[in-house]
């Protein structure tokens, strides 16, 4: 089974920045797209970003401009990297990864623990 581990969230006061990384780990499986998501307390789950094998990104409009992610194939790893942070980007986010088994072709949605970003002066 594959798990991913989020580290990079914290306390930033409104206009900084912070850097968001998620690594898998495991044995036995390829990763095609990956992501970020958050959930802010009260609300559902939204996506904030989403990064191909091949580096094709996606972005929630809300984001755009401010926040980039990208990924290192060898490391299995993603990244966001989040600036002019805002007070309504407060949530959990969390990193999922589309994962398929090398030897059964199945593939499936991981999910991160999640990771709290708080931004507030």
């Known amino acids: 089974q594959v798990q991913l581990v989020e580290s990079g969230g914290g306390l930033v006061q409104p206009g900084g920045s912070l850097r968001l990384s998620c690594a898998a780990s495991g044995s036995g499986f390829s990763i095609n797209g990956m992501g970020w998501y958050r959930q802010a307390p009260g609300k559902q789950r939204e996506l904030v970003a989403t990064?191909?094998?091949?580096?094709?990104?996606n972005y929630a409009d809300s984001v755009k401009g401010r926040f980039s992610i990208s990924r290192d194939n060898a490391k299995n790893t993603v990244y966001l990297q989040m600036n002019s942070l805002k007070p309504e980007d407060t949530a959990v986010y969390y990193c999922n990864a589309y994962v398929i088994r090398i030897m059964t072709f199945q593939a499936y949605d991981a999910w991160g623990q999640g990771t709290q970003v708080t931004v507030s002066s």
């Open positions: 990064i191909t094998r091949a580096s094709n990104t």
